[in-house]
Each structure stands twice: as structure tokens, then as C-alpha cells.
């Protein structure tokens, strides 16, 4: 998880950051979603208020539900 810090408008920020989402998933604050989710890759990306978190999980038939699971437990703890 990184702070935003810029002096563009956060709506700016979001926008562009979200724009490589390929599948949104709901529950992960602000907005975010799948950047990839392959056979063996998954990456989410999403925003909380200022906070922008890309969780990357590579690995043979790595399980994209739980990915997900893992995903919004952060979210929840941000």
C-alpha cells in the first residue's frame, strides 16, 4: 500500500490508475479490480481514500477467488 501524494486532483489520480483494470470488483473501497488475472498471475489493483494498494500473486493455477479474499481483507484493515 503506498500513499497518494500529488498535486493533481484525486479524481485525476483515480482515473488513471484505474484505467488498466480489465474486471472491477466490488468491495475494494474506492474502485478497483483485476489488472490481470491469468492461469498464473493475479494482480488487483484499488484505492482507499488516499491509499492505492496493488496486491501481485504469481504462481501455478494460483487461485484468483482467494486473491480477491486477500484483497478485501486489506481493504477493510486500511
Excluded: R
Excluded at 36 to 64: E, Q, R
Amino acid at each position: 500500500a503506498q500513499e497518494l501524494k500529488a498535486t493533481a486532483p484525486v479524481s485525476v489520480i483515480k482515473a488513471a490508475m484505474l484505467k488498466d483494470v480489465i474486471e472491477k470488483i466490488d468491495g475494494l473501497g474506492d474502485g478497483g479490480g483485476f489488472e490481470t488475472k491469468t492461469a498464473d498471475a493475479v494482480s488487483i489493483t484499488f484505492i482507499k481514500g488516499s491509499t492505492v494498494v496493488l496486491l501481485s500473486v504469481s504462481a501455478t493455477g494460483v487461485n484468483a477467488d482467494a486473491v480477491v479474499a486477500a484483497a478485501k481483507k486489506i481493504a477493510n484493515g486500511i
